[in-house]
């Protein structure tokens, strides 16, 4: 319904900004990524999600598409609300988020108010399931007109593909965000200089 909002800070508050658009106030619930991002006063665009359900009608706002398409896969997990999935996104961020799927790091989502063992396992396991399936396929990393990367777990470009793809990034969208990329980087610095580039496109 909504795909973001554009208009002035009117309020920020704990995992609440307020977004004035033309006189009419939008309450969207966020993240502190998103609430560090934010200055009152200051004209500011967020990309929402329409929280709608019994009893339940619930806007949540986010600086970046990154992290909406995060907060989206999270909630889609089951057994992890809306709630849950701002605490992950709040102790870290997409790249932190999509890290920990890629290497079964634990202790990274369970660093969040609210995360337990069982959670942070369940999360992995499906996310990496979704992540192995949007990422197969060969993909061209190169500057030019190289072979694609090989689509081998280990291997850094394929584990950067799989990382985006944790995003909810398609195929063809990582091969264009990590294409003449410098491999040689540390992985997470290959996602987020992905992360930017897709935010350009």
Do not use: H
Not at 49 to 67: C, D, M, R, W
């Amino acid at each position: 319904m909504f795909y973001y909002l554009d208009g002035t800070v009117a309020e920020i508050l704990p995992y609440l900004a307020v977004i004035d658009c033309g006189g009419v106030g939008y309450a969207c619930k966020t993240t502190n990524n998103t609430l560090a991002a934010l200055k009152k006063g200051q004209r500011k665009r967020l990309y929402t999600y329409l929280n709608v359900a019994e009893n339940i009608f619930e806007l949540y706002g986010f600086a970046t598409q990154s992290e909406l398409k995060s907060f989206q896969l999270l909630i889609g997990v089951s057994g992890v609300g809306p709630k849950a999935a701002l605490a992950v996104l709040s102790a870290g961020t997409p790249e932190t988020l999509a890290m920990a799927i890629v290497t079964g790091d634990e202790k990274a989502l369970t660093a969040a108010p609210g995360i337990g063992k069982k959670i942070a396992q369940r999360i992995i396991l499906e996310l990496k399931d979704k992540m192995a399936k949007e990422s197969a396929g060969g993909l061209d990393f190169s500057g030019g007109k190289g072979a694609p990367a090989p689509a081998v777990f280990g291997n850094k470009a394929a584990e950067a593909a799989q990382a985006l793809a944790v995003l909810g990034y398609s195929s063809q969208e990582v091969s264009v965000a990590l294409k003449g990329l410098d491999l040689d980087l540390p992985l997470e610095e290959i996602v987020r200089q992905g992360l930017k580039r897709m935010a350009k496109l």
